[in-house]
Nanobody
């Protein structure tokens, strides 16, 4: 079993930045592919970014490419999402997810463990 706890959400003006963190426990962190998803009110959960177990490869949704950066620190059992140039349409609950596999996927069903989420609100 893996426990994931997100932090770092909040209210920010458009154009601003936030860094989300997700602390993992319960399993060797370096054995987990990590991802970030988000869900805005009235929408489905959507893929944001994912990173391989060693951190050497990452993948982003087109909507955040060039603005968001996913990274991980395996020594700290933590994955991060640096969000720059935030837009009102980035407003959502952001979820950290873990996948006990070698490769990442953009499909929520492909992840085995989920955090409870952290709210990000971007004002215009």
């Amino acid at each position: 079993q893996v426990q994931l706890v997100e932090s770092g959400g909040g209210l920010v003006q458009a154009g601003g930045s936030l860094r989300l963190s997700c602390a993992a426990s319960g399993r060797t962190f370096s054995s987990l592919v990590m991802g970030w998803f988000r869900r805005a009110p009235g929408t489905e959960r959507e893929f944001v970014a994912a990173i391989t177990r060693g951190g050497g490869m990452s993948h982003y949704a087109d909507s955040v490419k060039g603005r968001f950066t996913i990274s991980r620190d395996n020594a700290k059992n933590t994955v991060y999402l640096q969000m720059n140039t935030l837009k009102p349409e980035d407003t959502a609950v952001y979820y950290c997810a873990a996948r006990a596999a070698v490769i990442f996927t953009t499909t929520p069903d492909g992840y085995d463990y989920w955090g409870l989420g952290t709210q990000v609100t971007v004002s215009s």
